[in-house]
């Protein structure tokens, strides 16, 4: 095989993400246009203005990847794109994007899904992981743990029934008053710190249900709960808070993590490699990746479960754990590699593809 060079657009959420990755692992280039300052203004992702965003900058940042790659359009074997899950809006500008350059240069285009580029970014940084491997897939919008046997082949052991464990983080984060600028997991993992994880003892999620898959919507009533009988007041930022009241919040922030978020990932993480072994007894390594596996408490903890169990863990770096055109890139090599892709779309009006 020569060397393959795919170019990778992600638009599924806030970010606009777009790399150029090659065969061998090598990262050309990669590149992000974050919508923070939107989402402090307006307090959670509008798809409609997130799309207007996305199609503000999305020409920029394809074009500032390339360069940064030191290449242009003719030089790439294919264009990569997440199709799905994720806002139809801004997939749709990722989309229309990839068929314009696909088209204008003939190029072979690959949809992507999310979730699966997610797992695969970590066959990028590891070169020994191969199939079949588990994989936790945790982040604002999903918390999946799956069986990867094969490319293209996954087999779904749980997911949450109802949010996701970057919203209970974030929720929390927005209850305690913390600074909102960047995403409330990384205020949390900060202030959890300097609390004692011990403070409060909040039950962990769906211990009577002997499954793999995940609750946060009960934060709700223990945490809100115990916010009211601390009378901590998301008003009062944390910045101007007493020292007891800190504290309090500290220590809020510690039980949450320990508790809620982290015991509860250390039972199903078990249970589901016990189930994954009966079916593959061959596995080696579990993934864990989306923007909360950049938690390092959150990868310690999880790293000693995996070995207790007698896998290996394996960790993209945060970067790549994170929303990315790298997976997505990555991913489109490994389709690309056995046949997965579409002819170049006609060069002439792409925009009527949905
Ligand atoms: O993967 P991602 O960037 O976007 C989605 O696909 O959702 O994940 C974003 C989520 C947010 O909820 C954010 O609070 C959470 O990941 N997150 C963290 C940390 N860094 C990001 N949660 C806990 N600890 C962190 N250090
Ligand atoms: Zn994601």
Redesign the pocket.
């Known amino acids: 095989e020569g060397d393959l060079v795919v170019l990778g657009i992600e638009t599924?959420?806030d970010?606009t993400a777009v790399a150029v990755v090659r065969s061998d692992g090598e990262i050309l280039s990669q590149v992000v246009s974050s919508q923070a300052d939107l989402l402090v203004k307006y307090g959670g992702v509008d798809p409609k203005m997130a799309e207007e965003a996305h199609s503000q900058v999305i020409d920029q940042v394809v074009q500032e990847a390339l360069d940064k790659a030191y290449m242009t359009e003719k030089d790439l074997t294919a264009v990569a794109v997440t199709i799905g899950p994720g806002l139809s809006l801004c997939l749709r500008v990722g989309v229309q994007k990839a068929r314009r350059i696909a088209g204008g240069f003939n190029l072979p285009i690959i949809g992507i899904h999310?979730m699966e580029a997610?797992a695969l970014v970590a066959r990028l940084i590891e070169k020994d992981l191969q199939f079949p491997f588990m994989a936790l897939l945790?982040?604002?919008?999903?918390n999946l743990l799956i069986l990867a046997r094969d490319l293209g082949q996954y087999i779904q052991l749980g997911t949450t029934i109802d949010d996701?464990?970057?919203?209970a983080?974030?929720k929390l984060?927005k209850w305690l008053g913390l600074d909102m600028s960047r995403?409330?997991?990384?205020a949390?993992?900060e202030l959890a710190r300097e609390g004692n994880d011990k403070s409060f003892n909040f039950s962990i999620p769906m211990k009577q249900h002997k499954d793999c898959n995940f609750s946060y919507a009960g934060l709700k009533t223990q945490v809100r709960r115990a916010i009211e009988s601390k009378k901590i007041d998301a008003k009062i930022p944390i910045s101007s808070a007493s020292y007891e009241d800190r504290m309090s919040r500290a220590d809020m922030a510690a039980s949450f993590q320990q508790r809620i978020?982290v015991l509860h990932l250390e039972e199903r993480c078990e249970r589901a490699i016990q189930w994954a072994l009966k079916m593959e007894p061959s596995i080696k390594h579990l993934v864990i990746s989306?923007?909360?596996a950049?938690?390092?408490?959150?990868r310690a903890r999880l790293d000693a479960v995996v070995k207790k169990n007698g896998l290996q863990l394996v960790c993209p770096p945060?970067r790549l754990?994170?929303?990315n055109g790298v997976m997505i890139a990555w991913t489109g090599i490994e389709h690309f590699r056995v046949g997965r892709y579409d002819p170049p779309p006609p060069a002439e009006d792409p925009e009527d593809f949905f």
């Open positions: 599924s959420c970010d999310h997610h945790i982040s604002g919008g999903h996701a464990i970057g919203e983080y974030d984060a995403s409330g997991g990384p949390i993992e978020a989306g923007g909360v950049s938690n390092q408490y959150v945060p754990c994170t929303d």
